[in-house]
């Protein structure tokens, strides 16, 4: 699993920093989503994209911002 990247998105004058989540393995990375999310604000709920992957994130009740991308999702 894929638990050490660091974005950083630039929003007007603010420098938003993100922990990110990849992997395939869907069932351990909803328990941390729906873990992080208690207490948290979801900005984008974690489901299917586009792209074919879950995708979603979110800020925990610490002000921390997360990524989460479940890779492979099938159906």
């Not at 004058?13 to 393995?25: E, W």
């Not at 351990?28 to 873990?35: A, H, I, M, S, V």
Request: glycine share 12%; net charge negative.
């Amino acid at each position: 699993m894929v638990g050490a990247e660091f974005y950083v998105c630039r929003t007007a004058s603010t420098l938003n920093p993100y922990i990110s989540f990849k992997d395939t393995a869907r069932d351990e990375l909803r328990g941390y989503w729906d873990k992080l999310s208690d207490g948290g604000q979801v900005t984008l709920p974690l489901e299917k994209q586009m792209w074919g992957d879950e995708f979603g994130t979110l800020t925990d009740k610490h002000g921390i911002a997360w990524m989460v991308n479940i890779s492979g999702s099938g159906e």
